[in-house]
């Protein structure tokens, strides 16, 4: 059996979700279709911050990151309230607040006062009573409150799968295709053939298998390795911090967040230079690293019962000349099928922005067609956090 959308989503993380939020909004007969469960991957693995770009401006300059990044926190938090494009209410809001702690030294206080005023952003210091808990009695040198916010990504996903649940499957799928790369139908688990007027590969480093079978001559993908950590405490006092140390860089030395676990300890979930380092060591020694970075920074804290762990994720991204981090989303058109990357979880209303745009410019408009739900697929339900499979 032949059943025909307008639009046929590839991926469910992030990009995947909201994209399909924002198009069935518009009236598009659209489904997405993810092999896994909702988040499975990049998205599950992020820190769940929604941050203003300051810690791109870090090395003096403004970026064109920065510069793309800055309006994020407050398209987020209008969604979060529902009066955003997409309604986030009923997410789970971990923190309303992030830090910056430059290292009690010269250079690094030099770098964050850069930065902040750097970035549009609201930036300010806070010193008495708004230090946070964990700080009291110990903090040496500036403490900057950042306009950002913090997340829970599995009530993030959970939020954005609920309310498009009768259009999102989970499935594999075989493709037959054209010689130039053009999606004909894909053949899912139960045995119908689904046909799109357009499709879009939203699957992060799932985009690979897309690009291997298809092979778009003018679209390419890069991975950025990482090996981030997870630290398991009953410390009782939630952190949300970028460390900075006293080089330049648009990197923060340790970036922090906190999480609850099921089983009722708390996670400090590591990333920044520290995650980005560690992808070419093996555990043991970036676990090793890391402790010996917890002692010198936070020598009040005993770690001694903490449980440390450490696992590789890429960062999937459009290619670009040179290798480095793109400035901001991709999205690359190449005949029936689009390509994206939001490269950041932050960006990702700016990705589903520039993804309508294309198909606008394509003449793709909502039909009246086929909306009905598919039979016999299963919802894919919402991944679990690092820190409770670990």
């Given at each position: 059996m032949l059943i025909e959308k307008d639009i046929v989503i590839l991926g469910g993380g992030i990009?995947?979700?909201?994209?399909?939020?924002?198009?069935?909004?518009?009236?598009?007969?659209?489904?997405?279709?993810e092999t896994s469960?909702?988040?499975?991957?990049?998205?599950?693995?992020?820190?769940?911050?929604?941050?203003?770009?300051?810690?791109?401006?870090?090395?003096g300059t403004l970026t064109g990151a920065s510069e793309a990044i800055a309006d994020m926190p407050l398209?987020?938090?209008?969604?979060?309230?529902?009066?955003?494009?997409?309604?986030?209410?009923?997410?789970?809001?971990?923190?309303?607040?992030?830090?910056?702690?430059?290292?009690?030294?010269?250079?690094?206080?030099?770098?964050?006062?850069?930065?902040?005023?750097?970035?549009?952003?609201?930036?300010s210091e806070v010193s008495g009573e708004s230090v946070p808990e964990f700080f009291k009695g110990h903090l040496q040198g500036p403490l900057y409150r950042l306009h950002d916010i913090v997340l829970d990504v599995p009530s993030l996903l959970h939020t954005l799968g609920e309310h498009c649940r009768p259009h999102i499957y989970r499935t594999h799928c075989s493709i037959d295709h054209d010689a130039q790369g053009n999606i004909r139908t894909l053949t899912l688990d139960n045995g119908c053939q689904l046909k799109a007027r357009i499709y879009l590969c939203?699957?992060?480093?799932?985009?690979?298998v897309w690009l291997n079978v298809l092979k778009p001559p003018t679209v390419a993908m890069q991975k950025r390795p990482l090996q981030m950590v997870v630290v398991k405490h009953r410390n009782p006092h939630p952190l949300y911090v970028h460390c900075l140390a006293d080089q330049f860089s648009s990197t923060p030395e340790l970036t922090i967040t906190?999480?609850?676990?099921?089983?009722?300890?708390?996670?400090?979930?590591?990333?920044?230079?520290?995650a980005e380092a560690g992808a070419t060591i093996d555990a043991a020694t970036q676990i090793q690293r890391t402790r010996n970075k917890l002692a010198e920074l936070f020598p009040?804290?005993?770690?001694?019962?903490?449980?440390?762990?450490s696992f590789y994720i890429d960062r999937a991204e459009a290619r670009q000349p040179d290798g480095k981090r793109p400035d901001r989303d991709s999205v690359i058109v190449d005949g029936n099928v689009l390509y994206c990357w939001p490269t950041k979880l932050t960006l990702a209303p700016a990705l589903a922005n520039a993804v309508i745009e294309k198909i606008a410019a394509?003449?793709?408009?909502?039909?009246?067609?086929?909306?009905s739900p598919l039979t016999g697929l299963p919802y894919p339900g919402v991944a679990l956090p690092v820190w409770d499979t670990l």
């Open positions: 990009a995947g979700l909201w994209l399909l939020n924002r198009l069935r909004s518009a009236g598009f007969a659209a489904v997405l279709l469960t909702l988040g499975d991957g990049q998205t599950i693995a992020s820190q769940g911050m929604i941050h203003g770009g300051l810690k791109y401006a870090l090395g398209h987020w938090q209008r969604c979060l309230q529902g009066r955003g494009d997409v309604d986030l209410r009923g997410t789970r809001l971990l923190s309303d607040t992030y830090y910056m702690w430059p290292r009690s030294n010269v250079r690094s206080r030099l770098t964050a006062y850069l930065g902040s005023k750097l970035v549009s952003s609201k930036t939203a699957a992060g480093t799932g985009n690979e906190t999480h609850p676990c099921q089983d009722g300890s708390i996670a400090w979930y590591l990333g920044g230079e520290l009040w804290c005993d770690f001694s019962g903490a449980r440390f762990h394509l003449g793709i408009t909502a039909s009246e067609g086929n909306d």
